[in-house]
């Protein structure tokens, strides 16, 4: 969790629209700064394997009694099976930020929560070359919507790479095919255009 804490004051005073004066607040007041305005943000982040590696440690900790071995033909495949597919989502982070806002409008201090958001992050290696992104699912409690979800595909071409971008709610995609950095990298082959078409129908 992250938390920042900023405030700004001001020596001169302001007009009922916000706009500073050639007024000093000890004139008026006898205090040297006026206050303008002061924000609390708070910003947290997970990813699915620090979740998850907080109920396996719970489950170790926990005095349990010893269980008796599975007998089923299937039961580790099973168990294999269910963790690879777990493993899948490691990477996947959830992000929450909150802004706390307090500002001095028409004379009268207001409180307001200016940001309220939660977004969705990951990469899902589906094979060895093989990868679906997830680059953002956002989602704005202020105005009750999805802010521009983006989903990508990347294939790995051992020395080239190449991606699929796609933007549903913009009704745009962009496709790229370039040179792994390292080698060549100055080789690049951009392409971006609005979905025309067949697009529009997702």
């Known amino acids: 969790m992250n938390v920042t804490i900023t405030a700004r004051f001001d020596p001169y005073l302001a007009d009922e629209r916000g706009r500073r004066i050639n007024t000093f607040a000890w004139d008026k007041y006898k205090r ?23 109920f396996g440690k719970e489950e170790e900790e926990s005095p349990q009694e010893e269980e008796k071995p599975k007998t089923g033909p299937n039961s580790l495949a099973d168990a294999s099976s269910t963790e690879d597919f777990f493993r ?29 958001s939660l977004r969705l992050t990951g990469k899902i290696q589906l094979t060895k070359n093989w990868r679906f992104n997830l680059n953002n699912i956002s989602y704005d409690f202020k105005s009750n919507k999805l802010v521009y979800p983006e989903f990508g595909i990347y294939r790995d071409l051992h020395c080239w790479e190449m991606g ?9 995609y962009s496709f ?27």
Do not use: C, M
């Open 32 to 54: 040297p700064l006026e206050f303008v305005q002061a924000s609390l943000p708070v910003a947290n982040t997970l990813t699915v394997s620090k979740i998850r590696g907080w």
């Open 88 to 116: 899948l989502f490691d990477n996947f982070s959830i992000s929450h930020n909150i802004v706390f806002d307090l500002s001095r409008i028409d004379g009268k201090d207001t409180f307001r929560i200016t940001t309220n």
């Open 176 to 202: 790229y095919l370039r040179v792994k950095p390292g080698t060549l990298g100055f080789l690049e082959v951009p392409y971006q255009q609005q979905q025309l078409g067949r697009f529009q129908g997702f």
């Open 164 to 172: 699929l971008n796609w933007q549903p709610q913009r009704g745009t």
